[in-house]
Structure formats: C-alpha cells, structure tokens
C-alpha cells in the first residue's frame, strides 16, 4: 500500500513538473495526444508590434493593413533588421517568397534568410514575442517560399496560417513537432479576428 501511495505521490510532483516547465514558454497551447496541431490557448504577447516581411511577398502589407484597421500598434518594415526593433515587444514575420520583392528590395534570397536570422535572434536576445504568418496561401507555396517557411517557424512562439497553404502539413507538421501553438484560418481576412488574441 505505502508503495502506490509514494508511486501515485511521484506521478503528482512529475506532472506539476512539467506543467511548470511548459508555463515557463511565450505563448501556451495545450498537448494533443494525437501530435496534431492545437492552436493558443491563452495571450502572450504585447504591442507594439514590428511586422516585416519573409520573402518580400506583398502580404506582409496586407496584414499591416488589417492591423490597422483593427487599431493596433504596429510599425512595419520589409528589410527590418534588429537594429529596428526599437521599443517593439512582438515581432510579426509573414512568410511569403517573391522574386519580384525581392529584385525591388535589392536582395536576393540567400540575403533575406541572413537578414531574417539576425532579425529573429535579436528579437529573441531581446526578449520579444516572434508570431509567424503565412496568408497566402497556395500561391505562396513552391521553392522560393519554402525556403523560408521553416527558418523562421522554428524559431515563432505562435503561427497563424492559411489553410489553404498548408495541405502537404508543413507548417502545421513544424508547429506540432516544437510545441508552437498554430491556428488555421481559410483566409487572411481572418487575421483580424484571430491575432488579437494573441495580445494581453
């Protein structure tokens, strides 16, 4: 009998172990059994907010537009580097190659991935929440944009995505296998009701 109860004890102080471990994260989802993707349980970040590009795809400006329009408290810059972080509590990277983009910022795509790794670190060193976007979609799939997917949500505290975007479970496969709460939408005009929860 004293054997169960130090064994049932034990089990009591691994668990309040691990839970204590897990809070100690920016942002909080709970543990599906099944390995699939749970989305953000409570809020974590704070404004303001820096947002840049990842792959000079437009996009990154059309969720700077929805912020807006939401009135939150973002500034928004494409070649952002940590030098720009400024007073920034959260970083936004939305993912989304473009050889357009990134032939008129001067930059080719071995550059942007240098740039973003800096900028990411640096927000990290400096104590920011990172939230990785991907909103558009199937159009914003293929080598170019790949490339910069995981890079950059590997290293988010919380991802939002466009369903769409994601059907071979790229994002979502990331996301689940490091623990980031991730929650799909079936448009970027979704952005607006689900990222400000994400905000205390």
């Known amino acids: 009998m004293n054997k ?28 599906d059994p099944s390995g699939e993707t749970v989305g953000l ?50 970083l936004i990277v939305v993912v989304g190659g473009s050889s357009k983009g990134l032939g008129a910022a001067g930059i080719d795509a071995d550059g942007e991935l240098a740039r973003l790794e800096e900028l990411i670190d640096g927000a990290k060193t400096a104590g920011l929440s990172v939230i990785a976007m991907h909103t558009g979609g199937e159009a914003r799939r293929g080598d170019l944009s790949d490339k910069f997917i995981a890079p950059i949500f590997e290293k988010a505290d919380y991802a939002i995505v466009v369903s769409a975007g994601d059907e071979d479970g790229l994002m979502s496969g990331i996301c689940s296998g490091a623990g980031i709460p991730m929650d799909s939408i079936d448009s970027i005009s979704k952005v607006a009701t689900v990222l400000p929860a994400a905000f205390k």
Not at 4 to 31: E, F, N
Request: hydrophobic share 45%; charged share 15%.
């Open 41 to 90: 349980t409570e809020a974590f970040a704070e404004a303001p907010i820096l947002v840049t590009s990842g792959g000079q795809s437009a996009d990154y400006q059309m969720v700077g537009t929805l912020m807006g329009k939401i009135g939150m408290d973002y500034k928004i810059s494409n070649l952002a580097t940590s030098a720009d972080l400024g007073d920034a509590k959260t």
């Open 4 to 31: 169960k109860i130090s064994a049932l004890l034990l089990a009591g102080v691994m668990i309040l172990s691990l839970a204590a471990c897990g809070s100690q994260g920016s942002a909080s989802s709970s543990v």
